[in-house]
């Protein structure tokens, strides 16, 4: 299982960014995944999660109406598609793999990339 994260970056509050995972190693298409973030000094959080049909996809409170999860199973691919950016954003942000079509276990997780909201 090979999960490879892009997109990260500097961006100011207020602005966007969109984040995708290459996934590789295995059937894509059969499990759900999730994006987890991990903000400086602080824990890991579950931030949004997609099932392995993108007919269910769920976000954290914090982020609702700001993000956007989606898959595309014909090229292996998670993206997370973040608006009106805000300093609490600022993470690094980890795909996930989940267990079947549940993408609230995490079972194999990419390197992340780092995402720094800040003016």
């Known amino acids: 299982v090979q999960l490879v994260e892009s997109g990260g970056g500097l961006v100011q509050p207020g602005g966007s960014l969109r984040l995708s995972c290459a996934a590789s190693?295995?059937?894509?298409?059969?499990?759900?995944m999730s994006w987890v973030r991990q903000a400086p000094g602080k824990g890991l959080e579950w931030v949004a999660g997609?099932?392995?049909?993108?007919?269910?996809?769920k976000m954290t409170d914090s982020v609702k109406d700001r993000f956007t999860i989606s898959r595309d199973n014909a090229r292996n691919t998670v993206s997370l598609k973040m608006n009106s950016l805000k300093a609490d954003d600022t993470a690094v942000y980890y795909c996930t793999k989940g267990r079947g079509s549940n993408f609230s276990v995490h079972v194999s997780w990419g390197q992340g990339t780092q995402v720094t909201v800040s003016s």
């Open positions: 997609i099932t392995n049909s993108a007919l269910t996809t």
């Open positions: 190693g295995f059937s894509f298409g059969s499990y759900g």
